[in-house]
């Protein structure tokens, strides 16, 4: 069972447009909500993150909105830039020893000139 | 820099056969993590650690061992390895005290034949 779900699996935007990017849970103790931005050939690396007291975290053009009432969140890229063109996970946690996450599936996100 | 090394970043091994993959963290991180990414799944949990000789079980640990020897180096064993274990495993530190706040590696490539 898939735990932390995203959606869509693909988005393509144009250069200075906002991409929203979708993610839902299942799971009422995660407490802690990082995205993590992935570029072909490398690691993930943590972007933007938010905690389950927040309903919003802005960072940049990066922007995770929240709302707890109905387990889902979505990352927003403002003026977006072809530099910005990677696959986007939404991760999950509760506040543990270990801090382990939880993925989603992913969304690729292609941003065009 | 403070990173984490994965070794070897590829590798093409046989059914049946035994397979190591390295991670050497110089993050100075408590905890330390192995997830396997394919696509359509994102990145699933296999095994992690707290600390130096501690392993635990994530969510997909069968047909996987883990061996933690030191702060700095966790291993993921395939003592038997299977095509369905063909894929890319990243290898991450992260601080007790960051709850999601992980450090990737680049990744290894394996395929089984």
């Known amino acids: 069972q898939q735990q932390v779900r995203q959606s869509p699996q693909s988005l393509t935007v144009w250069e200075g447009e906002t991409a929203i990017l979708n993610c839902s849970y299942e799971?009422?103790?995660?407490?802690?909500f990082p995205w993590y931005q992935q570029f072909p050939g490398e690691g993930p690396a943590l972007l933007i993150s938010?905690?389950?007291?927040?309903d919003k975290k802005e960072d940049g053009r990066f922007t995770i909105f929240f709302n707890k009432r109905e387990k889902k969140l979505s990352l927003h890229i403002t003026d977006s830039q072809p530099g910005d063109s990677a696959t986007y996970f939404c991760?999950?946690?509760?506040?543990?020893?270990?801090?382990?996450?939880?993925f989603g599936s992913g969304t690729k996100v292609i941003v065009l000139p | 820099e403070a990173a984490v090394t994965q070794s070897p970043r590829n590798k093409v091994a046989v059914t049946g056969g035994k397979v190591t993959l390295s991670c050497n963290q110089t993050?100075?991180?408590?905890?330390m993590y192995w997830y396997r990414q394919d696509t359509g799944h994102g990145l699933r949990l296999i095994h992690y650690?707290?600390?130096?000789?501690?392993?635990e079980k994530g969510d997909i640990p069968d047909g996987y061992k883990a061996s933690r020897p030191s702060q700095e180096n966790f291993s993921l064993i395939l003592e038997l390895a299977t095509p369905s274990q063909t894929s890319v495993y990243f290898c991450?530190?992260?601080?007790?005290?960051?709850?999601?706040?992980?450090?990737f590696g680049e990744g290894s490539k394996l395929t089984v034949l």
């Open positions: 991450a530190s992260g601080d007790t005290g960051r709850a999601g706040q992980l450090y």
């Open positions: 799971d009422s103790t995660f407490n802690y």
């Open positions: 938010i905690s389950s007291v927040s």
């Open positions: 991760a999950a946690s509760e506040t543990g020893f270990a801090s382990a996450l939880t």
């Open positions: 993050n100075n991180h408590n905890n």
């Open positions: 650690s707290y600390g130096a000789g501690s392993t």
